[in-house]
């Protein structure tokens, strides 16, 4: 029963309170919904790209043809290592979107100005994967900066109609106080209620982003090394 009493009391408060407060709850609960959205989204998009990522790794590391390992980058477009490998077999074959030539070019190992090109390649691919990772990022930096702040304002704005309500009444008892003070103090609630999930969300997703980005780093130095030096033969 308590339970309900307090849902009761804090809807009547809501539905009660002024314009300016309902707008108030009102930006501050697009910004949640939004925000979780994006968490859930997120979340989803990491889990893609690990799985995809073991899977690609898993023929890379076979020492397969480029070709075949080409075919498996392309069916895991979402791991940022496929997308670098793809750059690397395009520019070393120039081949676009082709997938059906052998680069042969790469079994004597590159020369220098090959190297640099392919490292250019990879570069300008672990760019636009890493902006592709902190996409929607932003938002969720910006919902825990700004809905604090917004909420902070609503209180605000419902203290000062508090107490011209004590004014108007002529009376500063708590029975006249309580119900205004409550209503300014759901906004701060509602702020922090949307604030706290996006800054643990938008910390965890920087250090994924983070993890990725070393992840790349290092799988283009693997790269550059294996294209740099005679490639073994293999079985066809």
């Known amino acids: 029963m308590p339970t309900d009493a307090l849902n009761t009391g804090i809807l009547a408060l809501v539905w009660n309170s002024g314009p300016i407060a309902k707008v108030v709850l009102a930006v501050l609960l697009v910004f949640s919904i939004v925000s979780w959205a994006l968490i859930v989204d997120k979340t989803l998009q990491f889990r ?48 676009g979107d082709a997938p059906d030539r052998v680069v042969d070019e790469a079994d004597e190992g590159l020369p220098a100005e090959r190297l640099e090109a392919v490292n250019r390649a990879l570069r300008r691919a672990a760019a636009l994967e890493v902006a592709l990772l902190e996409r929607y990022l ?20 419902g203290v000062i109609a508090a107490f011209h309500g004590i004014g108007q009444q002529g009376s500063a ?37 983070k993890h990725w980005a070393t992840e790349m780093d290092g799988f283009t130095l693997d790269l550059l ?10 079985a066809r």
Request: charged share 15%; net charge positive.
């Open 48 to 95: 893609r790209i690990r799985r995809q990522t073991i899977e690609f790794l898993k023929t890379f590391r076979e020492g397969r043809r480029p070709s075949i390992i080409y075919g498996a980058a392309r069916r895991t477009r979402e791991s940022p290592l496929s997308q670098l490998y793809t750059a690397a077999y395009q520019e070393v074959s120039g081949l």
């Open 138 to 157: 932003p938002f969720l930096a910006t919902t825990a900066s700004a809905t604090p702040f917004i909420g902070l304002f609503g209180t605000v704005w």
């Open 173 to 209: 008892s708590l029975a006249v106080v309580a119900p205004g003070i409550s209503e300014a103090l759901i906004a701060t609630a509602a702020g922090l209620g949307a604030a706290i999930p996006a800054v643990i969300g938008y910390n965890y997703f920087v250090n994924r982003v």
């Open 225 to 234: 090394n294996l294209l740099s030096r005679p490639a073994p033969k293999v």
